[in-house]
Nanobody
């Protein structure tokens, strides 16, 4: 099955930037949608940003104008550039992909990466 490997989390001061990456590996698959979710302590997981194979992108209102998602289809990789980070952006960020493989569709999640915004 397809695996997702994330990188790029860490500790950053308010106003700083981080870039998350998520690469999908496997064989005989395509990706319909790929994106990032986050979950802060005591809160439900929420969509941050998602890009579809069509190129359509949607963002959570709370990150619009600060975060940018991009996708490299040749590398099956999605990136999340996070600028002007705020303490409320602190969460575990998880990559998600909707996989199409061998005429089946299924969801795949990454292991999650911690993003902490603090002075």
């Amino acid at each position: 099955q397809v695996q997702l490997v994330e990188s790029g989390g860490g500790l950053v001061q308010p106003g700083g930037s981080l870039r998350l990456s998520c690469a999908a590996s496997g064989s005989g698959f395509s990706i319909d949608a790929m994106g990032w979710y986050r979950q802060a302590p005591g809160k439900q997981r929420e969509l941050v940003a998602r890009v579809y194979s069509s190129g359509y992108i949607n963002y959570a209102d709370s990150v619009k104008g600060r975060f940018t998602i991009s996708r490299d289809n040749a590398k099956n990789t999605v990136y999340l550039q996070m600028n002007s980070l705020k303490p409320e952006d602190t969460a575990v960020y998880s990559c998600h992909a909707r996989i199409v493989q061998w005429a089946l569709e299924y969801d795949r999640w990454g292991q999650g990466t911690q993003v902490t915004v603090s002075s």
